[in-house]
């Protein structure tokens, strides 16, 4: 007999986050199923969030959530992220993604995004201790599977705030967390604070992942050995560079390795990849963000940024991409070592 029916009927076995695990973030406009792709192409990653879907939204059936839970093509790796105002709203939208094959659902307690906070939503329930718990624990009564959540900081720089704010979810229910160690209102300029990240993931008797400002071999190998997290996500620098995770690895199994990019080709995938999984209303958005940080690899990385932000549909996107490389042809293959 076993002591918890609802675990046994579909899901028999609950997998374990992967050891050492490199993770996709959830990132608006920019984690959905084209990127995943694009990174599977050079070998994907251990598991990879979606951008977050708003519990409400999906469950008054806005036509884009279903997008933005799209989990293909490795579902068992992908973890839907959703943020919420409501806790009603979100174990209802839950109830809604019970059939899908994913590795689990995250909590976004991070977004500090102003019409999200001041609804409530994000940040703003890392100010609301008991509330966020309540929420915690209605989701876990939902949802059987893996339970994640996604915080920042919080307000104000309080390691001990932090550590019984998790501890309270951990009590709730999640059953491993990720920290983006900046403060609620933080912007990029500041440097993520790591040191956060070691202290949570050797005090909580869960898993910690951290995540922040990891943009190559030796970043993720300094923050490996100072903050011995779980696993390391990967946000703008997965953008700049979906080839990253295969470096990471690549480099961890040899210190001589060197992944040859072609640069041009994998603008186009992306580009074609957009086209064949989102829908056409999508496309522009999506490829004026990736192009945002993908650019950067540019040797003129400002010229090709602009040219691409000011173009008006994806064929004269195409058209840039093909003077640019016609241009400078030595950006068109990179060996990239770090
Ligand atoms: C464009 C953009 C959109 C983001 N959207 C989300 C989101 O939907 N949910 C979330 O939890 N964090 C979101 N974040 C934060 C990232 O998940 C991550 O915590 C942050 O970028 C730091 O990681 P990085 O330095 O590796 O980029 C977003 C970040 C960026 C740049």
Redesign the pocket.
């Given at each position: 007999m076993n002591a918890d029916p609802f675990r046994c009927i579909s899901w028999p076995v609950q997998p374990p986050l992967p050891a050492d695990a490199l993770v996709l973030?959830?990132?608006?406009?920019?984690s959905h199923r084209a990127l995943r792709e694009l990174i599977l192409r050079f070998g994907g990653m251990d598991l990879a969030f979606t951008?977050?879907a708003s519990a409400g939204a999906l469950v008054s059936e806005s036509p884009y959530d279903a997008w933005y839970l799209d989990a293909e093509p490795e579902p068992a790796k992908t973890i839907l992220?959703f943020y919420t105002t409501k806790p009603g709203r979100l174990a209802e939208a839950l109830a809604m993604v019970a059939d899908k094959p994913v590795f689990g659902v995250d909590i976004?307690f991070?977004?500090a995004a102003p019409h999200i906070k001041r609804a409530g939503g994000g940040a703003a329930w890392m100010r609301e201790p008991e509330k966020a718990r309540d929420l915690v624990a209605l989701a876990r009564a939902a949802w059987p599977r893996n339970l994640s959540a996604?915080l920042r900081i919080g307000p104000e720089e309080d390691y001990g705030a932090l550590r019984d704010f998790a501890q309270g979810l951990i009590e709730a229910g999640i059953d491993f967390l990720t920290l983006?160690p900046r403060l609620e209102d933080e912007k990029f300029r500041r440097k993520s604070r790591w040191d956060y990240v070691g202290r949570l993931a050797a005090e909580l008797p869960v898993p910690v992942l951290g995540?922040?400002?990891?943009r190559s071999f030796s970043d993720w190998t300094r923050r490996r050995t100072e903050a011995a997290p779980a696993g390391v996500m990967?946000?703008?620098?997965a953008v700049r560079r979906p080839w990253i995770f295969a470096l990471l690895r690549g480099r961890e199994a040899s210190p001589d390795f060197a992944l040859e990019v072609k640069l041009r080709d994998t603008a186009f995938d992306f580009l074609d990849l957009l086209e064949a999984r989102l829908p056409a209303d999508m496309h522009l958005t999506r490829a004026r963000k990736f192009f945002f940080y993908y650019a950067d690899n540019a040797t003129y990385a400002h010229h090709l940024r602009w040219k691409l932000q000011n173009a008006p549909d994806l064929p004269a996107m195409r058209t840039i991409l093909d003077a640019y490389f016609e241009e400078v042809p030595q950006d068109r293959v990179r060996l990239e070592r770090d």
């Open positions: 973030a959830p990132m608006v406009s920019l951008e977050m992220q976004n991070g977004c996604k983006h995540n922040g400002d990891v990967l946000g703008r620098e």
